[in-house]
């Protein structure tokens, strides 16, 4: 049993101080609003979008927005050169986005957390193994990296998780291996040790709970970095293939008629910018109040 936390009671204690904190940042509590909304856009697309997102017709190709057409919900936000309905793609891309962001930031998330643990408490040759791969992973730029990933294995979705989770593992592990070289010479790690519990179970049940609070703002800081980069994949033709939406996509598919028909583009790189500020301030946000180091 852990000898750290003190009591469920205290931890609880201290997780509820640590969200009335959050909850008093109105700014970052209104970003993480917006995230929220930007999830339940995603879950409920096919109940929200009022229009099929796939749906063609050359007779509205680059039509501007409308408000009302007949009396009933037109088309808000216009359509693309194809007569598609911008804002029925712009909801339905917010699944591409959030999926992708979620699931490469739990893979590596958990790839980052067992090797930072390895290298952070077992030391010697593991540590100097997985150090050195961080520092060649983190010696290629992230995109490119990706880029080269994508051409190798083609597009797709499962993919570009791969793609872009093969090196995001790094910056969790390296924080994790940070926190573990303090955190086991605390007396209740010492003390596991001298009662002869295992590696696995002072990694695991010792060390893991104590670290989880800057990894799990990490994660959050960088889901936003995810996003931006599954969106420059498929801007570049290399993530989720027609007739798919995707932001990135859309934002491409507006380059030709720019000049003429500028909500093709704009909407959805609004969307991104959107979403990934409200995710970077919100995230900010749970560090100040989570992060000890950051707090008052």
Known sequence: MSVTADTPGVSESIFRRNLSNFAANQFAMACALVVVLFVVMAVFAPWIAPHDPTETDLFRRLQPPAWAEGGEWAY???CDGLGRDILSRIIYGARISIFIGLAVILVATAVGILAGLAAGYLGGWVDVVISRLVDILLGFPYL????????????????IILALAYKEWVIPARVVRGEA??????????????LGASRGHIMLREILPNVLSPVIVVATIRMAHVIILEASLSFLGLGVQPPIASWGSMVSDGRAFILEAWW???FPGLAILLLVLAINVASQGLRDAFDPRFSE
């Open 264 to 266: 093709v583009s704009t």
């Open 181 to 194: 070289l303090v955190t086991r010479e605390f007396e209740y790690v010492e003390a596991a040790r001298a």
């Open 76 to 78: 808000l936000l216009g």
């Open 144 to 159: 490119i990296f990706a880029i080269g990933l994508m051409a190798m294995m083609g597009p797709g979705l499962v993919n």
